[in-house]
C-alpha cells in the first residue's frame, strides 16, 4: 500500500470513526447473534491473493461491526465501563504507525521516557511518595502476577534458583479479583495457599481475621509473604481497610500490593483521598488508565516502592540485549515478563494533557454523582432493593424476587440492545450492577437506563 | 472532543503517518541523545486544565518523534526487524476505536470469533493440524511462560493447588531466548531447574545430550516435564532438530513447547516446510505476527494441541464472568493470564486479507534472497567472517578482530542513524547481526546497508 493509499484508507477509516463517535447510541449494546454466527459468514480460509483494502473495510463494517459488543457505548454499564477517548484512539494511531518495541531505552527513549514522565505524573494526581516507581503492562491480572512474584522475590530469595518451597500463603479478601488466585496458581504458589479472608457488611476485607490467619498460619509451619487489598472490588467496588492492612503487613514483614485497577484513578479526587490512606505504605499497586481514565485498552500501570526487588525478580540480560546505556538508563524490560512492549505512553500522555487534572476530576465526580443519584431513585422503588454500598461508580442492587426473575429481568433488559448490563453474587444470591464509566455517558442515559430496567420488570 | 473534532485530527494524524510512511528514510533510524534528554525537555508535572490537541500533536512532532527509535524504517536491521504495515495500522485505529474487551464470547463475539478464525487461517498456511487451538497474546515471552504453566499442569497436576515440589525440570538449548528461562523462574521452576543443553557447529540443540540429561535428572529423582526448542533462535535463527525433540518428547512424556517466535512465518513457504518438520507433533508453538508478518505490536499467537490442559491451567471463572454461552462459546479469557482482551485479530485479519498468502511468501522471499545475497558479499570481502549459517534472513557476521573492533564498528555505523544493527555473542565472541525483515526494505537498502558496514570498517 503506497503512502497515498493509506492515505485514502485512512480518511475513510477515520470517517467511520467520527461517525461511529457521533452515533454510538444508533448502535444496539450487546449484538443480537449466537455462538459461531460470525465464524459461519467468514471463509473458512484467508485469501491465496491480496484483497482491495476497500472490500476488507466494506465486510469490516458488514461482518465485524454487527458482532461487536460496544464496549465503547455511552450505555454499556457491564463489568466496568471504560472509554477508548478521542485523544486516546489518536494517540494508539501514532503508536502503530511508529511501531516501536521499547524494551531498551536505546530501542526506544521516547518510549521509555515518555512512560517514566506520564507515570510520574499520575503519580503525583494520586498524591503517591515521589519513590514510587511506575511501569506499564497489558493488564491488571498480568501486573497482580508481577508483584506476587516479586513479593516471593523478597520472601523467599532461594525460590528464584530453586522453585517456590510450597510453604508462601498469600492473604486477600474473598470479594478479591480472581486476578489474584490466578497469579499465585501461575506463580507456582497454589491455589490452596491463598487465604480468602471474609468481608465486613461494606465487603471489606476483615483485618481482624487476616491477622488471626497470619498467627495460625506461622504456628503451622507455613510462610506469610504477601497480602493483597483492593481499592475497589469488582462485585461492589468496596475498598478494603488499606491502613490497617498496611500495619500488618508491616508487623510481619509481608509485600503489600493494593489492586486499585478500578478505583485508583478516584484517589485524584481530593474529597475521595481518605478512602485511599494507607495505599501510600503499598509495595506495589496497579491501576487502570483503561478502565476508568478514559485510556483505550490496554494500559494497566504497577507502581512500586521496591523497583529493585522488582527488577530482581524479572531481569536477565542476555548478550544481544546488552547496551552502552544500561547503567545509566532505565530499562523497562527488566520489569515484567514481557520482553516486547508497545508504545502504550502514548495515548495516556495524549489523554492526560488533552482532559488535564481538571478535566478528569469532572468527569470522574460526574459519574459517581450520577451513580449517587441513581442509587436513590433505585431505594425510592419499593420492588428493589439496594445490596451493597456505592462508594464509586456501580450501583449494586436487584428485585426483591428470586435469582431466576432477576437473571430474567437483567436478560431482558440486554436483549433490547438499549444498555448492558452484568450481574454479580452477594450473600450467596444474584445481584444486578450497573457501573458508570464512560467518557459519553450523561444524566439522561443513566436516567433512562433505569427506567428501561424498572418498566422491563413490570 | 466532538466527533468533528475528532474528524479533523484525526485527518492530521493521517496525513503525519502517510508523510512519515512516504519518507521514513529520511528519518535518522536511532536518535542522537542520552538518557534523560527527552525528559527533561517535558514539564514536571501533568497540566491543571486541559490543552488543545494542536498543542499536543505538535510536542509530538517536537519532542517525540526526535527520540524514537524507528523500528518501522526500512534500514532498522537490529533486533528482529518489524513491520508496521499500513493495513496492519488501519485495523489499530478502528480497534481502538470501538476499544472492545473481548476476555468473553459474550463480551465481544467479534473479537472472539475472529480470532479464532484468523488463527484458523494462520494454523492452514502453516500446515499445522487442524487440532491445533490458537489464542492471541501479547509477547512470545507471555506465550512461553502459558506453555511451562500448561506442562507444569499436565506433569504435576497437584502444583494448581500446592505450588509445585521443586522437582520439575525443563530443557532447553544454550541459544534459547531468555524468555524460557525467565518463565521457568516466575512459574515458580527454578532457574537451576532449566537445563541449557550445549548445541552443535549449526547453533541447534544437540538431541543426545538431551536425552542423556533427561536420563541423568531422572535417576536423581527429577521430574524432567518440558522441553524448549526454537524454530530461529534470536542468535542466529537456527532451528533445533524438531522431530528429534518430538521424539524424546513423546518417549518421556513430557510437554514440547516450540518457539517459533521469529521462524514461524517461514513455514508458510512450501520450500521451507522440512526444516519445520516436527513443529506439528509440538504441544505448543509461538509465533508471533508481530515480528515477521507484518502486524504491529502486539500480536503473538499461542497454539496449542491440548486446549484442554491450558485451560485447567487458566481457567478462574468468578461469578461476574459467567454468562449464558458459557458451554456453548470459547471465552478466550480462559486460556491465559490477562482477563484483559483487546481486538488484536482485528489487524491480523486486514494484513492477511490485504497481502494473501502469496503476497505475504514473496515479501518473506525477498528478505530470505536478500539476505543469502548479503552473506555472499560478506564472505567476498576477506577482512570480515560469517559466524554462523543463515537460514532465513539474520546474517551473523564479524570483522576478522578484536571484540572492541567489533563493537566500535558496530557503534560507529549506528551513530550514522543511516541504519541500526545490533550485536550478539558466539562462542564468546562479539558478533554482528543484520536483520532483515521490514516490508519498506529493498534489496538496494541491505546493499547500501552492507556498503556502508565496508566503509566504515575502513
New interface residues.
Given amino acids: 500500500?503506497t503512502?497515498?493509499?493509506?492515505?485514502k484508507?485512512?480518511?475513510e477509516?477515520?470517517?467511520?470513526?467520527?461517525?461511529?463517535?457521533?452515533r454510538t447510541r444508533d448502535y444496539p449494546v450487546?449484538?443480537d447473534?449466537?455462538?459461531?454466527?460470525?465464524?459461519a459468514r467468514?471463509p473458512?480460509?484467508?485469501?491465496?491473493?491480496?484483497?482491495p483494502?476497500e472490500r476488507?473495510?466494506d465486510d469490516?463494517r458488514k461482518l465485524?461491526?454487527p458482532?461487536?459488543?460496544?464496549?465503547?457505548h455511552p450505555n454499556f454499564y457491564?463489568?466496568f465501563s471504560?472509554?477508548?477517548?478521542?485523544?486516546?484512539?489518536?494517540g494508539?494511531?501514532?503508536?502503530?504507525?511508529?511501531?516501536?518495541?521499547g524494551m531498551l531505552?536505546?530501542?526506544?527513549?521516547?518510549?521509555t521516557?515518555?512512560e517514566?514522565?506520564?507515570l510520574?505524573?499520575?503519580r503525583?494526581?494520586m498524591g503517591l511518595p515521589e519513590e514510587f516507581f511506575g511501569v506499564i503492562h497489558?493488564?491488571?491480572?498480568?501486573n497482580t502476577?508481577h508483584s506476587i512474584?516479586a513479593a516471593?522475590e523478597l520472601a523467599e530469595p532461594e525460590?528464584?534458583?530453586?522453585?517456590?518451597?510450597?510453604r508462601?500463603t498469600l492473604y486477600t479478601s474473598e470479594q478479591a479479583?480472581?486476578?489474584v488466585?490466578?497469579?499465585a496458581?501461575?506463580?507456582?504458589?497454589?491455589?490452596?495457599?491463598v487465604r480468602k479472608i471474609p468481608v465486613d457488611d461494606a465487603f471489606r476485607l476483615r483485618a481482624d481475621v487476616l491477622g488471626k490467619l497470619i498467627e495460625e498460619d506461622l504456628a503451622a509451619g507455613k510462610k506469610p509473604f504477601c497480602v493483597v487489598a483492593t481499592a475497589g472490588t469488582?462485585?461492589t467496588t468496596s475498598v478494603d481497610p488499606l491502613e490497617e492492612m498496611a500495619g500488618i503487613a508491616a508487623q510481619y514483614g509481608l509485600w503489600l500490593h493494593v489492586d486499585a485497577a478500578y478505583g485508583g484513578p478516584v484517589s485524584i479526587l481530593p474529597e475521595f483521598r481518605r478512602l485511599f490512606a494507607g495505599l501510600e505504605r503499598a509495595d506495589s499497586i496497579v491501576t487502570n488508565p483503561?478502565k476508568w481514565m478514559f485510556t483505550?485498552?490496554?494500559c494497566?500501570v504497577l507502581y512500586t516502592r521496591r523497583p529493585d526487588i522488582l527488577k530482581r525478580?524479572?531481569s536477565?540480560?542476555?548478550?544481544?540485549?546488552k547496551t552502552?546505556?544500561d547503567s545509566?538508563?532505565v530499562n523497562l524490560m527488566d520489569y515484567g515478563?514481557?520482553?516486547?512492549?508497545?508504545f502504550r505512553a502514548?495515548?495516556l500522555?495524549?489523554v492526560?494533557?488533552?482532559?488535564?487534572?481538571?478535566?478528569v476530576c469532572r468527569i470522574l465526580r460526574q459519574h459517581i454523582a450520577w451513580a449517587q443519584e441513581l442509587r436513590a431513585a433505585i431505594q425510592a422503588d419499593p420492588r428493589f432493593e439496594i445490596c451493597a454500598p456505592t462508594p464509586f461508580s456501580v450501583v449494586c442492587f436487584r428485585l426483591q424476587a428470586s435469582d431466576a426473575e432477576n437473571q430474567s429481568l437483567m436478560?431482558r433488559v440486554n436483549r433490547t440492545g438499549k444498555i448492558f448490563m452484568?450481574?454479580?453474587?452477594l450473600h450467596g444470591r444474584i445481584v444486578l450492577?450497573l457501573a458508570i464509566g464512560n467518557i459519553g455517558t450523561t444524566r439522561e442515559d443513566v436516567m433512562e437506563a433505569w427506567e428501561l430496567v424498572r418498566k422491563t420488570a413490570g
Fill in positions: 500500500m503512502p497515498e493509499e493509506f492515505r484508507a485512512g480518511y477509516v477515520v470517517d467511520w470513526i467520527a461517525d461511529y463517535l457521533a450487546l449484538p447473534m449466537s455462538p459461531g454466527d460470525l465464524a467468514l473458512q480460509s484467508a485469501p491465496e491473493s491480496g484483497e483494502m476488507i473495510l469490516y465485524v461491526v458482532a461487536v459488543t460496544h464496549w465503547n457491564a463489568y471504560v472509554s477508548g477517548s478521542p485523544p486516546g484512539i489518536l494508539e494511531m501514532l503508536a502503530a504507525a511508529l511501531n516501536v518495541n531505552w536505546k530501542s526506544c527513549p521516547a518510549a521516557e515518555l517514566q514522565v506520564t510520574g505524573w499520575l503525583q494526581w497489558d493488564t491488571a491480572s498480568a502476577l512474584a516471593r525460590a528464584h534458583a530453586t522453585g517456590g518451597s510450597g508462601l479479583h480472581s486476578s488466585e490466578k497469579g496458581i501461575v506463580a507456582g504458589i497454589g491455589q490452596k495457599n469488582t462485585s483503561h483505550p485498552l490496554d494497566s525478580a524479572f536477565l540480560v542476555p548478550e544481544y540485549l552502552a546505556e545509566q538508563a515478563v514481557s520482553l516486547g512492549r508497545r502514548l495515548k500522555w495524549f492526560m494533557r488533552y482532559y488535564g487534572r481538571e478535566g436478560d452484568s450481574h454479580t453474587a450492577r
